[in-house]
């Protein structure tokens, strides 16, 4: 039912930004939440920010916190993920997903993999030190 295309990812040095885009399509009305996550060799994939649909508020995962940042057009068909101040241990797949649950209280589950529904095939960010 939704659609989700990422594009964006790159070779950068360590303090560089990037710019991610999720392209949305489909019935993205459904959505209640999106995020990003990602997921390097050898880790389990994990949640880096999301936002709530029906007002932008949003979420980050503590160790990108202050670096990136995630947003939504009024339309809510392009997601993005801006990315400051590169790590190397930011290197990983990146992958765009929507829910379209209604989350309990536990922010947790904002960031968690269980909650979404749809995802997209991912784009490679490699951070050089």
């Known amino acids: 039912q939704v659609q989700l295309v990422e594009s964006g990812g790159g070779s950068v040095q360590a303090g560089g930004s990037l710019r991610l885009s999720c392209a949305a399509s489909g019935d993205t009305y459904r959505n209640t939440y999106m995020g990003w996550f990602r997921q390097a060799p050898g880790k389990e994939r994990e949640g880096v920010a999301a936002?709530?649909?029906?007002?932008?508020?949003?979420y980050y995962a503590g160790s990108v916190k202050g670096r990136f940042t995630i947003s939504q057009d009024n339309a809510k068909s392009t997601l993005s993920l801006q990315m400051d101040t590169l790590k190397p241990e930011d290197t990983a797949m990146y992958y765009c997903?929507?829910?379209?649950?209604?989350?309990?209280?536990?922010?947790?589950?904002?960031?968690?993999?269980?909650?979404?529904?749809?995802w997209g095939q991912g784009t490679q960010v490699t951070v050089s030190a």
């Open positions: 997903a929507a829910s379209t649950r209604s989350l309990g209280w536990d922010p947790r589950l904002r960031l968690s993999e269980h909650t979404y529904d749809y």
């Open positions: 936002v709530r649909a029906r007002d932008d508020n949003t």
